[in-house]
């Protein structure tokens, strides 16, 4: 398959661009370098080995995961300094312990006393201690301790104040830039979380208390503001593939998309004005539902045409405006969706095909599950 | 793992209900039985080979796909008389002809005079014939030529007369049953699709042409007319699991719904009135948005709960109306949600987890791709 070009895969098929994953990652390696922050790249939204070696500059070291099959996928293949950013879970703590004693480094994250009553529970071996980070809602309102509560400093004190268990670090994920559209929006978001951050950890350092920081997301890490230098770590994930949603938002550009679906023409429906295609929710996800006047992605060259509705393994497109020219689109003929949200695209693949310059280089498979 | 409580398990996880997927399945049987109509059950909501088993009775044989990819897995584990119910996609006439030429029963479908012609160009070695079926659009819209269009009949002799291909059967989809709501509203749609599909059997005798007959949608077969006894075939699939869907349109009962989806309490927000839950759109699907008064899903034995809104691994309940009571919902316990759509919650999981009355009995394995 090496050397053929995209028209040979079998429909759907997400497609990978690695130049383009290669200059989103080093970019940002960039970026991070010049504000002078240690870039901790998120993996939630590829999970596979080849696009962690790229983001990470091939150090397999520094990165931070959404589940804990991804951290244990990471581990078996010689990735360590992990971050499972995520609300400790009392159901996977055994599993945590397990990781905590076989790396050199794997972090967990809480934000609820109860979660630190956990880990006293199961005390790590061989002398070694918890790295955990207090998770802080700077705004974004999904998970974390609110950072203006009197909680989030107790919670600290209490995480460093016990035997066994380290404060590393204050993690904050400024997902409301999601809201933002344009570089100002996101610029004032990122400022706020900063800030918030920032300041808590003043009022940890007024208690004797120093750790790291970290705050991110890919709009705020894509045009960080120069308070971010003041921040221990980043820790996006989207930007190496980017999305629709993301140019939307005012984080990259359409060309700097890596990734896209490729689908083919299977029905005419003069009837209904509509052309079918092979992609369905199966192969795009149902996410950015009413988002883009195109539909459920862009259908790229095509910005005359709407993916309207999709079952499984369907999609019906039509024009937004006037009568289809079937003849521009036989049956067989490939259309190329760039997709609204790139995480929710490729959690519906089970291989990505890679390519460079439209020839295939390889394929990535993805880790799964929980 | 075997024998343990579904308490054991790690979250998100789907669990399946053995005794209620035998009880569907065997229900359906009766059901096709008591018609004396040739159940032909869809793979494409579990796609595992464990549940076909139990779907075909242990036989292997006459089941109907949505992928390539189901159609080899089951072709690979012994399964013949594969009907891949999905307009010929052009990229993939290769191997289907590979399994045709491979398997007893091989069998595909079409829509259009171009897959003919693609039909033609590869002839089956070893004096085989393609085994093609029409797809006939009886109301749906989605994939299949208009029952009433001259066209319909046309293609189908056109079929009939070339060599090495048999016309096998006339195929619809009344998917249009999703827009129902009661019993009655079924028994509409499935009047229509049946009469237009007999309707036009009674076209092709005119010209001499006898083949097969076959619609299919859970509603319509949870349902059925009597008319439905004329036709040779249905071609069902969601019914083994069933899900909240199906019971909003009236196809079965929330006693009936085999799968759920077991998540974990990982937050309390009580300046927002919120849980958090350790199942997002990744454990979960967004399918179902707006449908239900309870948002995402149903939360089983809890009612006056809303799953309002979804990210990648985390979900947002809050009540219906009024304060949330924390004290019954503390952190670390299980809540089992009801999906919406079974289909597209399955295909978020790597594995199933089954279970005989709460006790785990088994894991199965689905496949994914096309």
Same mark, same amino acid.
């Given at each position: 398959?090496?050397?053929?070009?995209?028209?040979?895969?079998?429909?759907?098929?997400?497609?990978?661009?690695?130049?383009?994953?290669?200059?989103?990652?080093?970019?940002?390696?960039?970026?991070?370098?010049?504000?002078?922050?240690?870039?901790?790249?998120?993996?939630?939204?590829?999970?596979?080995?080849?696009?962690?070696?790229?983001?990470?500059? =091939?150090?397999? @070291?520094?990165? $931070?995961?959404?589940?804990?099959? &991804? /951290?244990?996928?990471? #581990?078996?293949?010689?990735?360590?300094?992990?971050?499972?950013?995520?609300?400790?879970?009392?159901?996977?703590?055994?599993?945590?312990?397990?990781?905590?004693?076989?790396?050199?480094?794997?972090?967990?994250?809480?934000?609820?006393?109860?979660?630190?009553?956990?880990?006293?529970?199961?005390?790590?071996?061989?002398?070694?201690?918890?790295?955990?980070?207090?998770?802080?809602?700077? =705004?974004?309102? @999904?998970?974390? $301790?609110?950072?203006?509560?009197? &909680? /989030?400093?107790?919670? #600290?004190?209490?995480?460093?104040?016990?035997?066994?268990?380290?404060?590393?670090?204050?993690?904050?994920?400024?997902?409301?830039?999601?809201?933002?559209?344009?570089?100002?929006?996101?610029?004032?978001?990122?400022?706020?979380?900063?800030?918030?951050?920032?300041?808590?950890?003043?009022?940890?350092?007024?208690?004797?208390?120093?750790?790291?920081?970290?705050?991110?997301?890919?709009?705020?890490?894509?045009?960080?503001?120069?308070?971010?230098?003041?921040?221990?770590?980043?820790?996006?994930?989207?930007?190496?593939?980017?999305?629709?949603?993301?140019?939307?938002?005012?984080?990259?550009?359409?060309?700097?998309?890596?990734?896209?679906?490729?689908?083919?023409?299977?029905?005419?429906?003069?009837?209904?004005?509509?052309?079918?295609?092979?992609?369905?929710?199966?192969?795009?996800?149902?996410?950015?539902?009413?988002?883009?006047?195109?539909?459920?992605?862009?259908?790229?060259?095509?910005?005359?045409?709407?993916?309207?509705?999709?079952?499984?393994?369907?999609?019906?497109?039509?024009?937004?405006?006037?009568?289809?020219?079937?003849?521009?689109?036989?049956?067989?003929?490939?259309?190329?969706?760039?997709?609204?949200?790139?995480?929710?695209?490729?959690?519906?693949?089970?291989?990505?095909?890679?390519?460079?310059?439209?020839?295939?280089?390889?394929?990535?498979?993805?880790?799964?599950?929980?």
């Amino acid at each position: 398959m090496e050397g053929e070009p995209l028209s040979a895969l079998c429909t759907p098929a997400l497609v990978v661009d690695v130049d383009k994953v290669k200059r989103n990652a080093q970019r940002m390696i960039q970026r991070c370098n010049k504000l002078g922050v240690q870039l901790r790249p998120h993996m939630k939204t590829h999970k596979t080995l080849e696009c962690a070696d790229v983001m990470t500059g =091939g150090s397999r @070291r520094c990165i $931070v995961v959404s589940t804990l099959a &991804e /951290a244990c996928f990471y #581990a078996d293949h010689g990735f360590d300094d992990i971050l499972y950013a995520y609300s400790l879970p009392f159901d996977k703590v055994e599993r945590c312990a397990a990781l905590s004693e076989r790396l050199d480094l794997f972090q967990v994250l809480l934000d609820h006393p109860e979660a630190l009553e956990q880990l006293k529970n199961r005390p790590l071996r061989n002398g070694r201690q918890w790295h955990v980070w207090l998770k802080l809602d700077c =705004g974004n309102g @999904r998970a974390g $301790v609110l950072h203006s509560e009197p &909680e /989030a400093l107790s919670l #600290a004190r209490a995480v460093s104040l016990t035997d066994g268990v380290e404060l590393t670090g204050v993690y904050a994920h400024c997902g409301n830039t999601y809201n933002c559209r344009g570089v100002e929006q996101i610029h004032a978001v990122a400022q706020e979380t900063t800030t918030f951050t920032l300041q808590f950890m003043e009022k940890l350092k007024a208690v004797g208390i120093t750790c790291k920081s970290s705050i991110g997301s890919t709009p705020s890490c894509s045009h960080p503001v120069d308070d971010m230098s003041q921040l221990s770590e980043v820790h996006p994930g989207n930007y190496v593939f980017y999305d629709t949603q993301q140019s939307v938002i005012g984080s990259c550009c359409l060309e700097d998309i890596a990734v896209r679906v490729l689908t083919r023409v299977i029905g005419h429906c003069p009837h209904r004005n509509q052309l079918l295609i092979d992609c369905g929710w199966c192969g795009l996800s149902l996410d950015g539902a009413g988002k883009l006047p195109t539909g459920y992605a862009l259908i790229e060259g095509h910005p005359d045409l709407k993916l309207v509705s999709m079952t499984q393994e369907h999609g019906r497109v039509e024009p937004i405006s006037g009568p289809l020219d079937y003849s521009k689109y036989p049956l067989g003929s490939l259309l190329t969706l760039i997709p609204y949200h790139a995480c929710a695209t490729a959690m519906m693949h089970p291989v990505y095909y890679v390519h460079s310059e439209g020839r295939l280089v390889g394929k990535w498979t993805p880790t799964r599950g929980w």
